[in-house]
């Protein structure tokens, strides 16, 4: 991230949205996505219009020659966050859907913001690309069949996760392959081989960047299921704590697999994130699926 950039972010979430300097008066948003190659959350400061329930953004990276990293986070995951400043001086944050706009669609609405303000025209004049136009639709956790299916995306997303420890675990071997040293498709030892942190490392940007997305995705919708469950309260606190503690674990993985670190202490560390992953993964399993797929009583009924 730049220093502007950051600058910015800051700016934002401490005045309620509003900032100074270029974006003095602007409407801005910050828009978070998740990085397509990393895996890990990417915050950036956007000018938006409202279109009825949605949110416009435009991805005119100043009239530059290629689109802004965030549109392509979104084009592969189109789960995003948004914060906006309200009313009272707060920031909401929520969860949204990003849909990129196409056709006589896209080119209304982007002939609408040049017309609103001529920087959109002059940055569409630079530029050979079609600047996109992206729709955020608000995501609505109080429909039923919506809870149904996180309750089933996140049991789905956590074996695959499961799946893909095994797979990281499964790579560094036994203690006895160990002492006899690496060996060949004949099984013959062999001293010349790739380090084990370097092929955990691999093993490592599949499985960790996955986790980051999987985990900031669920710290964006943890304020909704909030509001919609506030008896959980207690519990998605324990579990963004838990977040924070699997980052730093994973950070410290990380760490190790780059620097030479004897086998013995790659294995203990691997073990100990999939403890706490298997321990993570339990409890939010036995507090969200019963929330999210219990009957509900309908008002009036």
């Not at 409407?27 to 279109?51: E, K």
């Not at 729709?135 to 995306?153: F, Q, S």
């Not at 980051?212 to 506030?230: G, T, W, Y």
């Amino acid at each position: 991230m730049s220093d502007f950039n950051r600058q910015v972010i800051e700016e934002f979430r401490a005045n309620g949205g509003r900032v100074g300097g270029m974006f003095e008066g602007a409407a801005l948003l910050l828009l978070t996505t998740t990085g397509a190659r990393s895996g890990r959350a990417h915050t950036n400061p956007a000018v938006y219009v409202r279109d009825g329930a949605r949110l416009l953004v435009f991805a005119s990276n100043a009239g530059g020659p290629k689109h802004p990293a965030w549109f392509h986070n979104l084009s592969a995951d189109p789960y995003v966050t948004v914060e906006l400043g309200t009313p009272d001086g707060t920031v909401e944050r929520f969860g949204a859907t990003a849909d990129v706009t196409q056709g006589e669609e896209r080119d209304r609405l982007y002939a609408e913001q040049a017309e609103r303000d001529p920087g959109f025209a002059a940055y569409q004049a630079a530029t050979d690309r079609i600047i996109p136009v992206v729709a955020l639709h608000r995501v609505d956790l109080g429909d039923p069949a919506r809870h149904r299916a996180i309750a089933d995306h996140l049991v789905e997303v956590h074996a695959e996760l499961r799946a893909e420890l095994t797979a990281l675990r499964e790579g560094l071997g036994s203690p006895a392959e160990e002492a006899a040293g690496p060996t060949d498709a004949a099984g013959t030892v062999v001293r010349d081989t790739p380090a084990l942190g370097g092929r955990l490392a691999r093993h490592c940007l599949t499985f960790c960047g996955a986790l980051h997305a999987h985990h900031h995705n669920e710290d964006s919708a943890f304020d909704l299921l909030e509001r919609e469950f506030p008896e959980l309260s207690d519990s998605l606190d324990r579990m963004r704590e838990e977040h924070r503690v699997i980052a730093r674990t994973v950070e410290e993985l990380e760490a190790l697999l780059t620097s030479g670190a004897a086998p013995g202490t790659l294995r203990a560390e691997v073990d100990r994130l999939a403890t706490r992953l298997e321990e993570h993964f339990t409890y939010e399993e036995s507090q969200l699926v019963p929330a999210l797929t219990r009957s509900r009583a309908v008002p009036g009924a």
